[in-house]
Every structure is written in C-alpha cells, then in structure tokens.
C-alpha cells in the first residue's frame, strides 16, 4: 500500500480552513497514488484549544465530516484525521477517526491526556475509556494518539488485539536541545517507535504536526518503521511536507518467521500478575486512575 503523511501547520481555531487544506492535500495525495492519508492529532483544529474547544467541536455525523467522507469516497482514499469529539452529556474528547471509502470505520479517544510542563490536556478535555483494533481494506490496525503511545499498554493491547499495522499521530511540542539540528523530543520518539517496530513487528506510522502555538514551536519529522524497526522514511523537521511512502504489508509476515514473539507471548500471565498487583494495592505501583467517563 502507498501511505501519505500529511505534516501539516493546522491554523488554531480554524476549523473550515484547516478543513480545506484537509481536502486539497488528500487530492494531492490521491494524485500520487497514496491509498492513506494520515493527519496529525487534532489536524481540524489545532492544539492549544483550551475553551475554545466548543466551538471547534466536530460531531461525526455533521457537515466537516460529510465532505471528509465525500472526497474519500471520490478519490477512493482511506483518512485518519484528528478532532475534537463532542459526546451528548457535553463532554470533549481529543479524538482520530479512521474513515474508509467515505465510510467512517473507526474512532479512537485519547486515553493519556497529560497535565504536565506546557500540557493542559486533562484540564479540558475528557479520558477516552477504550483501546480498540480495528478491521480495514489493508488489514487490522490500531490508532494511538500523542501521549497513548508513549505508554507501553496501549500498544501492547492492540497488538493483542490482532493490529498488525500502528497509526500514530501527534502535537508533539520539540524539547530539549541535542548536538545536532533536531530538537531531543525528537530523538525519544524515534527510539520509541524503533522499539515498537521490531517488539510487535508492525509497521508503525507516524504523523506529527509543525508551527507554532501559545509560545510553544511544534518539530514535526514524521516517520514510518517497518516490522523489523528499520526506517523507510523521516520526514524534515518544522517544515510542512506532504510524504508518500510506500509498504509492503507481506514484510510482516517474514519478519514474523524470523522472530517468534507474537507466537510466544503470554497475554495470561500478563493479566494475571497485573490483577495480583491492582488487587494488591491499586496505588501502589502507578499514580492515581483517571475519573471514570
């Protein structure tokens, strides 16, 4: 399959425009053959919402996601867009949406909001409450968004789950400073995503977003590993950039042969000990739990 990154500078608050781009660069990627366009998290609106994120809210069955779903079906092209996702009791959820062939397959609800250093998530918005894989026309996959995938249980539940393909996209802040013309945020994500690729061999695809917000500059470089953790692309840093690349989705199973650790792996004994601790003491190896939707 040919997979677009859509590295974009969504403009905060601008939900038609930034609408728009969506729709021009999911024709420049159809143009070039591309079967999925990946988005960064919250690619409608920007990140830095705070109150604004009533007016920015985008229920799946309204106008945005009907001309969404339009030109996917025209261009005969799979999405994964970010969004924020109203519910009917009035809560807000930093959400990505997988829509296939002008049909909607898929929403995933941000589980980890972080309320640390210049995140405000929690504050704002409400915890997703699911992890869930999902079937496509390429096969099933999974969707994380930012701060999901940088704790090891959500990628490890899709993966149980059967994904054989991880989607991840981010508003990833740059932090630190490194020797060489990268931000350090950005060396700790490549590590991560190299591990998770050769650890579930998976494919791993991820989007993040560049500009600036509220002070904060945003780096970009969003990339593609394959199922051995190898690189297939980088993307630039703090530009926009519209990235094809294509994947070989047999690579999984070769590189599955080679390593059995989806063959041997004890999801059993994994649920057991982790109900023997929470049984235990719940607080005594993690922080308090998130309220409950």
Same mark, same amino acid.
């Given at each position: ?9 969504p ?10 781009t969506?729709?021009d ?27 604004l ?35 009917? +009791? ?7 949406a ?5 049909e909607?397959?898929?929403?995933h609800?941000?589980?980890y ?7 405000d ?10 992890? +869930? ?25 899709l ?19 490194s ?71 047999q690579?999984?199973?070769?590189? +599955?042969r ?17 109900q ?14 998130p309220?409950?939707?």
């Open positions: 399959m040919r997979i677009a990154l859509a590295q974009l500078y403009k905060l608050g601008d939900l038609s425009g930034n609408l728009q969506h729709l660069l999911m024709h420049q990627a159809a143009a070039q053959g591309a079967e999925l366009v990946v988005f960064p998290e919250l690619s409608l609106t920007g990140y830095y919402l705070r109150d994120m009533v007016e920015v809210a985008t229920p799946t069955n309204g106008a945005v996601f009907q001309q969404l779903c339009a030109v996917s079906r025209e261009l005969k092209l799979d999405v994964m867009v970010g969004f924020v996702e109203p519910d009917r +009791r009035g809560q807000f959820y930093i959400a990505a997988y829509i296939s062939l002008g909607i397959q898929h929403v609800r941000k589980v909001l972080p309320t640390y250093a210049m995140f998530d929690a504050r704002f918005f409400a915890y997703g409450d699911q992890l +869930r894989a999902f079937d496509t026309r390429f096969g099933r996959m999974g969707m994380l968004i930012c701060e999901d995938f940088w704790h090891i249980s959500t990628s490890y539940v993966w149980a789950d059967g994904a054989d393909l991880l989607l991840l996209h981010s508003a990833s802040p740059g932090r630190g400073l020797q060489g013309a990268a931000l350090e945020t950005s060396r700790w994500v490549n590590r991560l995503l190299e591990t998770m690729g050769a650890l579930y061999t998976v494919p791993v695809v991820h989007c993040n977003r560049v500009g600036f917000e509220d002070g904060q500059i945003f780096w970009g470089g969003s990339s593609m590993v394959d199922p051995d953790g190898h690189w297939l692309l980088q993307g630039p840093s703090f530009d926009e950039a519209l990235l094809i690349q294509d994947l070989d989705l690579q999984t199973q070769r590189s +599955r080679q390593a059995m650790l989806l063959r041997d792996e004890r999801p059993d004994l994994t649920l057991r000990e982790l023997r601790i929470m049984t235990a003491d719940p607080q005594k190896s993690f922080g308090p739990l309220p409950k939707p």
